[in-house]
C-alpha cells in the first residue's frame, strides 16, 4: 500500500497563530478562557483544557479577567458585553477574518446591502453578520441567491472563508445578473483554496482518500465534498481509532489531507497506524 498526504493539509495560519497565541500566553500570572471552543477540534480542545484553557459559551461565565477570541471572529457587540464586563480580550481572531469584518463595516455605513456567501450558522458568518449595520442576507446556494429581493440597488458580496471557489462563481453569476452596483469581494481564504485544490489533485490519482478533521470543522467537511467528487472511497475520520471500521479490500494508493484546524500529530500519529498496517 502507497501512502500520499496532500500537498497542503492541516493547520492553517490563522488557526496556527491563535493555537500559538493561547499556548504562549497562558500561564500561572495570565489565565483565561476562550469565547467558544477555539478551533474545531476536540482533541485540541482537551489538550488546552489540560492547561487550564476551558470554553464558555457565555461572557457571564468567565471565571478570569481575561478572554480569548477564537479564530472564527465575534460580532461587534462582543467588545462591548466584554468591556461593560470588565474583561479584557486577547485578541485570536484570524487576520483574514477580521479584514472581512472591516469589509461588512465599511459598506454597511455607506448604505450598501451586506451579502455573505455561506452558513448562516457558522460562528465565522455570525460574527460577520454583526459587523454589517443594515441589511444583510447570507446565502448558501445558488437557489439561495436566486431568492434574493431584486430591488437590491448596491451592495458588497463577501465570501466565508472555508466556502468552495465553485459556490461563489455560482451564487456570483446569479447575483450579477441583478445588481448594478456590486462591489465584489472574494474573500476565500488562500489556505482553503490550496487545500482543496490539492486534495482535489490527489483525489482524482489514488484508491482511496482520508479526510482527517473535526467532524464539526466547515473545511474539513468541505475537503470531504471535493474528494469524494473525484474518488468515491472517500472517509471523513477525525481520529485514529476510526480506521479500524474501514474496509481497505484492495486498495494500493491512500490519500490523506487533513483540515485546516487539524494538528500534525493527529495526522502523524493515523499516518503511523497505516503504515503498520500493510
Ligand atoms: Fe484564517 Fe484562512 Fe485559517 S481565514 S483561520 S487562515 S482558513
Same mark, same amino acid.
Request: proline content about 2%; overall charge negative.
Given at each position: ?6 500537498k ?16 504562549? %500566553?497562558?500561564?500561572?500570572?495570565v ?13 485540541v ?9 476551558? *470554553? ?9 479577567e481575561n ?5 472564527h471572529?465575534? *460580532? ?46 457558522? *460562528?465565522?458568518?455570525?460574527? @460577520? ?19 434574493? *429581493?431584486?430591488?437590491?440597488e ?6 466565508? %472563508?472555508? @466556502?468552495?471557489? !465553485?459556490?461563489?462563481?455560482?451564487v456570483?453569476?446569479?447575483?450579477q445578473? +441583478?445588481?448594478?452596483?456590486? /462591489? ?16 482535489? !489533485?490527489?483525489?482524482?490519482e ?14 474539513? @467537511?468541505?475537503l ?5 467528487? +473525484?474518488?468515491?472511497? %472517500? ?7 476510526? /480506521? ?19 494538528p500534525?500529530?493527529?495526522?502523524? !500519529? ?7 498496517? +500493510?
Open positions: 500500500m502507497e501512502i500520499y498526504i496532500a497542503e493539509a492541516g493547520f492553517c495560519f490563522g488557526v496556527k497563530r491563535a493555537i500559538d497565541l493561547a499556548l504562549k %500566553t497562558s500561564n500561572e500570572e489565565k483565561f478562557n476562550t469565547f467558544g471552543e477555539i478551533i474545531h477540534n476536540k482533541q480542545v482537551s489538550k488546552l483544557q489540560e492547561q487550564g484553557i476551558n *470554553p464558555i459559551e457565555d461572557l457571564r461565565e468567565a471565571q478570569y478572554i480569548f477570541v477564537r479564530s471572529g465575534v *460580532p461587534k457587540k462582543f467588545y462591548e458585553e466584554a468591556e461593560a464586563l470588565g474583561l479584557h480580550i486577547i485578541e485570536g481572531t484570524c487576520p483574514y477574518v477580521k479584514k472581512i469584518h472591516k469589509l461588512a463595516e465599511k459598506y454597511s455605513q455607506l448604505g450598501y446591502t451586506i451579502i455573505i456567501v455561506g452558513d448562516v450558522n457558522h *460562528p465565522e458568518v455570525v460574527g @460577520i453578520q454583526g459587523w454589517a449595520e443594515g441589511i444583510i442576507y447570507v446565502v448558501n446556494s445558488k437557489e439561495e441567491a436566486e431568492n434574493l *429581493p431584486k430591488n437590491i448596491k451592495a458588497c458580496i463577501v465570501a466565508q %472563508t472555508t @466556502i468552495t471557489g !465553485e459556490k461563489w462563481e455560482q456570483l453569476s446569479e447575483v445578473l +441583478h445588481i448594478n452596483d456590486l /462591489i465584489i469581494e472574494n474573500t476565500i481564504c488562500e489556505a482553503t483554496r490550496v487545500r482543496q485544490l490539492a486534495a482535489e !489533485e490527489l483525489s482524482k489514488v484508491d482511496m482518500m482520508l479526510v482527517i478533521g473535526g467532524k464539526h470543522s466547515s473545511n474539513s @467537511i468541505k470531504y465534498e471535493v474528494c469524494k467528487k +473525484h474518488c468515491k472511497n %472517500t472517509y471523513h475520520i477525525e481520529t485514529i481509532n476510526e /480506521i479500524q471500521m474501514i474496509n481497505f479490500g484492495n486498495c494500493d494508493k491512500i490519500g490523506i489531507t487533513a483540515g485546516a484546524s487539524t500534525d500529530w493527529i495526522i502523524n !500519529e493515523i499516518l503511523n497506524a497505516l503504515k503498520k498496517m +500493510h
